[in-house]
């Protein structure tokens, strides 16, 4: 069992405070989706976790199993099993992501894969996501599809095998079969038994990943919560009575 | 002053002469010099007498065969003319020619070695490289050691002939080593030139490319990893004077001392005659530390209006904070995310590097002054 717990959580961008007081605990085997509009600071919690160094934390507490995680560097937070599949993953040139994938594994499992089960391994998890084999030569995110993009960043989260993962607005440019493809990969990491907070402005991806909790996010911090039928809620409403005049559901 | 009459005005046009005396001696204030660290290359600014202090390796495949010749050889001076002093008193100074000769139509499937193994003291070189018809090999000129050395490289790419020339500056630290490495290219050959820059305290190389007839086409790569104390300068000059031909440059550094230092200067010239030329050029730079420098000075005068394309890049920066940041985030540690970053920078040079002990070598090279080998390199190979 895992336990990510965010306690009051303060974080600026160049000074000006963008969140105001998170709290929050996802534990393992538990989906928490947090919605919000534009500009509420969904991914800026998103990244704050992960250690992006534009996000200054000025107070508050993230802990992972109880160990300090805003001590921890960017590469120690994944190593003790925190992921966060991103909205814009980084192209590095050069790199193939072959290369790439067993250099984070062997990092994250603290030895080299065997080469023979890693090739089986990695095989198999780019087959379930209907990837091409020939991805893999490919430099990483270089040239990149949105929707290739997001199916790198599942496929990682697939051999990462994370505590808890973190997906940003993993839904946003992906088209309906996409989409799907991309939902039933985190849901085959999430029967692993994971923790998973799920960050959308949209409820879409909600119908193939079904969350346990539903949190409102609005100027920085959580303003309702609930289970999925809160969901349904803002897919019918949206987010208007939190002051934001934009639908939760696509239009 | 023979050489003027060929001046025609241009900015472009080079000065060329075989009389050393046709250039003074630099001050730093001239535009070829204005980068170069003076001090160091002073001594090869007077006519010595030559101490080759090298110890000289070959290997040579079937199909190749190397011969010392005079000064006096019909193909010397073919392919390159003199365009500074230091090139024009090691081609009238030099006291024997290596002329290697690939045997018309012969494949080799194995590289021609040329390794140089230098000990302290002045030298000077003089190579021709003759590339005879429809013939396909790799010539590796491989440095080593430490001298000072001031040499003229020769390349002759024959019709429809395929060369690639690796020229691997792997030198001790306190070697100097100025070079002049002039191609000419007859109709439809290919010709590939890779400068691999890893050791000695000042590298300064001419790599020059003109075309004898159409449909020629060069690709020029470079590689530069200085660090501290290390001077790497780079001079281009590709002068398109036939149609349909093409050159392609792709230049790349990384600088990681204080004092670290790499020029790279990309001239190309299409003159009028030159129509339907096709043409880019890239410099990318990687400052590591503070204090590095890297010029960058790309040039292209076009004198027709009826070319393929045109361009040219050049961009000088720091370390990418986003992709430090996205690989850290797969629990790569910091100092392997930076290797990663860098051996991919180079990637689209060194991969051009077929001769496959050669390119582990220089990878190995790059990893060890990055201070490990990354896990996971040994199937990205």
Known sequence: MSKLEIR????????????????????SGQTHAIMGPNGSGKSTLAY??????????????????GQNVLEMAVDERARAGLFLAMQYPVEVPGVSVSNFLRTAATAVRGEAPKLRTW?????????????????????????????????????????LKPKIAILDETDSGLDVDALRVVSEGVNRVRETGIGTLLITHYTRILRYIKPDFVHVFFDGRIVESGGAELANELEAHGYARYGANEPAAVQ | ????????????????????????VPTGREEEWRFSPLRKLRPLFQPFVSQDSFRFETELPAGVTLTMVGRDHELVGTALTP?????????????????????????????VTLRSIGKPGLNYGHFVIDARAFSSATVVMDHLGEATVAANVE??????????????????????????????????????????????AVVRLNPTVTYAGPGASAELYGLSFAGEGQHQESRLYVDHSVPQCSSHVVYKSVLDGD????????????????????????????LLTDGARADSVPNLEIETGEIAGAGHASATGRFDDLQLFYLQSRG????????????????????????????????ATIDARLGGTPAGAEEDS
């Not at chain 1, 704050?48 to 199993?65: F, N």
């Open chain 2, 155 to 200: 390349v002759l790419v024959g019709d429809g002939a395929n060369l690639t020339l690796v020229s691997v500056q792997d030198w001790d630290a306190e070697a100097v080593h100025v070079a002049a490495h002039a191609a000419r290219l007859s109709r439809d050959a290919r010709y590939t030139h890779i400068a691999v820059n890893l050791g000695g």
């Open chain 2, 1 to 24: 002053m023979t050489a003027l009459l060929n001046k025609t005005g241009s900015p472009a046009e080079r000065f060329t002469s075989r009389n050393p005396d046709d250039f003074a």
């Open chain 2, 332 to 363: 790569i540690p910091e100092d392997e995310a930076r290797r990663l970053v860098v051996r991919g920078f180079f990637a689209d040079v060194i991969n051009h590097i077929t001769v496959p002990e050669l390119h582990d070598r220089l990878m």
């Open chain 1, 48 to 65: 704050s976790i992960a250690g992006h160094p534009k996000y200054t934390v000025t107070s508050g507490q993230v802990l992972l199993d």
């Open chain 1, 8 to 27: 009051d959580l303060h974080v600026a961008v160049d000074d000006t405070p963008i969140l105001k007081g998170v709290d929050l605990t996802v534990e």
């Open chain 2, 259 to 286: 004092t670290s230092r790499t020029v790279w200067i990309g001239d190309v010239r299409i003159r009028p005659a030159a129509v339907a030329t096709t043409t880019y050029e890239l410099n990318r730079n990687l």
């Open chain 1, 119 to 159: 090739v089986k391994e990695v095989n198999t998890a780019m087959t379930e996501l209907e990837m091409d084999k020939a991805f893999a030569e490919r430099n990483v995110n270089e040239g990149f599809s949105g929707g290739e993009k997001k199916r790198h960043e599942i496929l990682q989260m697939a051999l």
């Open chain 2, 83 to 111: 365009a500074d002093r230091v090139s024009a008193l090691a081609a009238a100074n030099v006291g024997q020619v290596v002329l290697v000769t690939i045997a018309a139509e012969a494949q080799l499937s194995e590289p």
